[in-house]
């Protein structure tokens, strides 16, 4: 924008010039040629400063997305030691994806020279959208772990556990929808399964709960009645 704002100045000026000279103003030429070129030099001097902004903006750019694939990396090595087994091919696949994109971003942050086209700041922009949807990828990833290990608390009773695990995994796909809407429809796909589970234990847990009152209310009744027996058996050895 900066350049084509340059390149209009100047023919404008040059317009001006032309007319100028037409109407008889040659004794202006020198203070005409002096105006042009300090018009020049201050908006060459913004285009620069523009495009070093531009080009710090960008490598600033590459060296989030960097950070962000390690981040990630770090986090699927550890998921992978305790990953159930339905996961670990998600896992391995990320994995390589993770690193193919690593590689990229460090060649292309090595390329940026000190001018900055359309094709690099395009190729940036890509790169984060990238990195955006590998990141929607792993909250995905973390979500079907919590709903899995939500499964066998549901299974062993422990539904306590169970619906902390459930609201994690809601947490993690509300991140997923954040990142990317590329795998709007994975998500919606795990958010269902996994609001349907938070649903089965929440029945459970309230069926536990009504079980516990009955059972509850059994005790004081045999209570009640085993002392009331033993209070008759004085009287009645009389």
């Known amino acids: 924008m900066d350049i084509l704002v340059l390149l209009i100045s100047i023919v404008a000026l040059i317009v001006s010039l032309i007319a100028y000279l037409r109407s008889g103003g040659k004794e202006d030429i020198r203070a005409a040629q002096k105006a042009i070129k300090q018009t020049v030099d201050e908006l060459t001097l913004r285009v620069q400063q523009t495009s070093e902004q531009m080009l710090a903006g960008i490598k600033a750019g590459y060296d989030r997305s960097i950070r962000g694939i390690t981040s990630m990396q770090s986090r699927l090595r550890e998921l992978e030691q305790v990953a159930v087994a339905e996961l670990r091919a998600d896992i391995q696949a990320l994995e390589e994806a993770l690193e193919k994109l690593g590689q990229e971003a460090a060649r292309e942050l090595e390329s940026v020279e000190s001018m900055v086209g359309r094709a690099v700041v395009e190729a940036e922009e890509a790169m984060r959208r990238a990195v955006e949807e590998a990141r929607a ?102």
Do not use: Y
């Open 137 to 238: 990828r792993l909250e995905v990833i973390e979500a079907q772990q919590q709903l899995a290990l939500a499964r066998f608390d549901i299974k062993r009773g422990n539904l306590v556990d169970a619906q902390s695990r459930l609201a994690t995994a809601l947490a993690h796909l509300n991140n997923a929808r954040t990142s990317s809407t590329r795998f709007t429809e994975n998500v919606a796909a795990v958010q269902n399964n996994a609001q349907r589970l938070l649903d089965e234990s929440r029945i459970k847990a309230e069926t536990l709960e009504t079980l516990i009152e009955q059972n509850n209310r059994l005790l004081a009744q045999m209570s009640g009645g085993t002392v009331t027996k033993q209070a008759a058996r004085p009287a009645t050895a009389r």
